[in-house]
């Protein structure tokens, strides 16, 4: 027993962290220190012990002692266990910092002492000091997080609040930071989270650090861009995390937008006669280019009312029989359901009046520019065209153009080309590197006239090559993509050369990734199967949910128990939380929990089984596959399903147990 008795005393001496026990009658003094204390601090325990005073207050930083004095009067006024982070002067004069947990407890004198620990974080300090002067003294946004398959944050500073606009927590309101910290791709659109993901499996795999530029979402429904770096490394506890440094280059990023806008619109006024954009956010349209028409000349640049003005130029232009398809053209439009995914933009071909009163066929197309905003493009096109398009539904010019400018390739290019000399107008960087040439050496070309086969000398296009889409209008290429790592195919689109003296635009575009886009079928929805017989349960194929908020799961679990009804925010706060009452604190919580629970549904894939109508939800009960839909339905197989148990995970189940019971009975 005596044995065992100093091998604890070897313990708490050198096998405990800083190890140090407190008499806390007064005069409150030490009544124990252990070595591993005194080698850390630099003195000797009789430096340290004294029955009439604190000798180890001394030790604390003179800016933290009023803190630390505080932390021992509360202390002593019960038993409790209790931590704070403050500063010690060591010997040397040297700064620790230190995190104190001090456990008080009562003697059988009735007196209290206090057994405390000490953890040095004087590293992880010094590392956040660090980020904390970067974060004061350059505008940068710094984020740690961790390295798992949804990251969480652990550190964000004040300029990444200020850049995503993240308000202070309010009582009764949503904490976007908090949000944010439990899942990283929730800063990002959801356009963008697969790219994220990639980009960070890169990061680590790599094990290098890489740099990019990204769109994040803002706390206000807006979206700000952003440009930074992402490295992989080891925190102070010995895990893996990624740090991301970034800066707010949105203000660059709407500049160069609209740079590109004005070089798309110019290149598009090359092929087509019209162009209007269709803003959906603002219920908006505005012609960008008329050709000059008499028609719609005075209203350029002029946004007017979107309903309004599409019906006005359908009842007054297009021919009488075709005004209802056209008309419902544009609603499927305005109601966001012309866009099929992995499709060709959605174009239509019908007859109306010209400027000059005559009736010619024309062909729309809308080219999808932003999530709200579009350009709707026609142009009149020849009989024989017209024929074509009838007869055929491979890719014209046009279509190719179309399909381009949808993805946002930014392939395009401007050539003033004469029979043996080219001169280069302007191009994006990637056309650039398929001539062969960097955005440096490409911008003295621009000044003056280059033999043909010298310009071509360097690239991917032959000399055969060029000649053809010169005359055809287009021709395809193969070529070695240096930062794919493979062999990629491309279409060259050419405009009508009209003179020696006006530009030829040419744009490219990748074969293989739009002829995969149209021959693929729309990607079937994952089966959804819910379980409600016994415990609550959903699976997306084979795998389940994992939910990651218990209140999300119940929310979802009362959807599904009102089998497609709609169930409003008061209704669902008196079952998830039946004891409080509703008020402006539980509807922020409701809030809260229907977010996550839209977040994690989007996040497996399935954001279409739960439709949410004015703050009210219902579960879609024709997009998944239930146990109670299935033994409700009365039929034979499914008889046997109900065993006597229903959502054993929550109370409010017993009243369709109940009636469920009733029916065996029955």
Known sequence: MKNSLNHMEDILSRGISGFHQYVLTEPVHLSYVSENLCAMVGVTEQELLSESEDLYLSLVYPADRDRYLEFLRELKGEEQTRSLEYRLV????????????????RREDGGLVCSSVLVDITEMKNENRNLRFLSETVPCGFLRYTCEKQPKVTYI?????????????????????????????????????????????????????????????RCDGTRAHIFGWVTKCVNEKGVEEFQTACMDVTERHQARKTHENKRYL????????????????????TCLYSNNSPMFKWMENIPMQMEEATGKWITGTVAEEQREEVSAFFRA????????????PPQITYRAKSSSGQVKTYN????????????????????????????????????????????????????????????PLYASDNVCEFFGFTREEWLPLMNQRTPLKEFLA????????????????????TYYDLNMENERRVKAICSPKSSSVSPCYVLLYNIEETASAESKEAPESPTVFI??????????????????????????????????????????????????????????????????????????????????????????????????YDYLSGKEEYAQLFKGSYLSNYSWGENTLAQLMGRILY
């Open 364 to 423: 729309g197309v809308f080219l999808k520019m932003e999530e709200d905003r579009s350009l709707y493009c026609c142009r009149c096109v020849s009989g024989a065209q017209e024929a074509e398009a009838l007869r055929s539904e491979n890719l014209s010019l046009k279509e190719n153009m179309q399909e381009l400018f949808s993805h946002f390739a930014e392939g395009i290019a401007a050539f003033r080309v004469t029979e043996q000399d080219v001169t």
């Open 333 to 344: 439009f305005q109601q966001k359901k012309l866009y099929q995914p992995g499709q060709k």
């Open 531 to 628: 379980r409600t017989f016994g415990y609550f349960d959903v699976f997306v194929g084979e795998k389940p949910i994992a939910f990651r908020n218990k209140k999300s799961k119940e929310l979802f679990a009362l959807l599904v128990d009102r089998r497609g009804g709609y169930v409003a925010s008061e209704e669902a706060i008196s079952f998830l939380w039946e004891d409080e009452p509703v008020n402006s604190v539980t509807l922020a919580r409701y809030r809260k929990v229907a977010l996550r629970l839209k977040n994690i549904l989007e996040e497996y894939g399935i954001s279409e089984v739960m439709e949410a109508v004015d703050g009210k939800r219902r579960i879609v009960t024709e997009k998944v596959k239930c146990d109670l």
């Open 157 to 217: 500073n004040e300029q990444m609040k200020k850049i995503l606009r993240i308000p202070e927590a309010r009582e009764g309101e949503l904490d976007y930071l908090e949000l944010y910290k439990d899942n990283i791709f929730l800063m990002v659109p959801m356009e963008e989270r697969r790219r994220l993901a990639r980009y960070l499996e890169r990061v680590y795999k790599a094990d290098a650090p890489l740099a990019g530029e990204i769109t994040v979402l």
């Open 90 to 105: 060591k010997k040397d004069g040297t700064l620790l910092y230190v995190k104190d947990t001090a456990v008080s407890e």
């Open 458 to 477: 360097r690239g991917n296009a032959s000399y055969e090559k060029v000649a053809e889409l010169l005359r055809n209008g287009e021709a395809e290429f």
């Open 266 to 285: 110019k290149a598009l006024t090359e092929i087509y006669e019209k162009v209007f954009e269709y803003n959906l956010s603002d219920n908006t349209v």
